[in-house]
């Protein structure tokens, strides 16, 4: 129901928005930039941690930055960003988001996270450096927590890669974060 409704939204969005043929102007960080109709601001994962709601880096191989992971709340709807540093280029990404309550996110029995269960595997865009997921608020409670996992390949060849927070109970190094969404306030 939850993957409906994100795809009824990026349709209504799409058709709301039309085509645009406004440039990206990514090279300055300190600028926003225009993304089928909803404004999302851009950082660089490197310098600037103040300007989003949530802000955790991008963790590969659980010893290297490879970038960030953010959320904004645009209108209605929840922004969670994935973007690299230079030297690192995103692949397949996943995405699990739910009220942190017993059962918010897809486990083995012993505890790790069942990436291929994510609700969420599929983004609004993408690129080599950033993938954008927009979620309705409405999905999802105040108090969240989420999973972010990402495949990169960087400097030291692919690594599998976690926005950073508390770990799993299970046995592997994966991680979550909580956030509580009335900390943010949304620019439209």
Request: proline letters at 5%; glycine letters at 10%.
């Amino acid at each position: 129901m939850k993957k409906l409704t994100t795809i009824m939204v990026v349709l209504l969005l799409t058709v709301l928005t039309g085509c645009s043929n406004e440039q990206i102007e990514d090279q300055q960080y300190n600028q926003k930039k225009k993304n089928k109709g909803l404004e999302l601001p851009i950082e660089n994962p490197e310098t600037n941690t103040g300007e989003h709601c949530f802000y955790t880096s991008l963790i590969a191989g659980q010893h290297h930055t490879a970038g960030s992971v953010t959320i904004d709340v645009v209108g209605g709807n929840l922004i969670v960003t994935y973007t690299t540093n230079e030297d690192w280029e995103l692949g397949t990404t996943h995405l699990s988001i739910g009220v942190c309550e017993d059962g918010w996110v897809p486990t083995t029995g012993s505890g790790n996270p069942q990436i291929g269960h994510f609700e969420f595997t599929e983004p609004y865009s993408e690129g080599p450096h950033e993938v954008v997921y927009i979620i309705p608020i409405t999905d999802i409670g105040d108090n969240y927590c989420f999973a972010a996992h990402a495949e990169v390949e960087g400097p030291t060849g692919g690594e599998t890669a976690w926005a950073e927070g508390s770990e799993f109970s299970g046995n592997s190094w994966a991680m979550y974060s909580e956030f509580n969404l009335s900390s943010c306030n949304s620019p439209s």
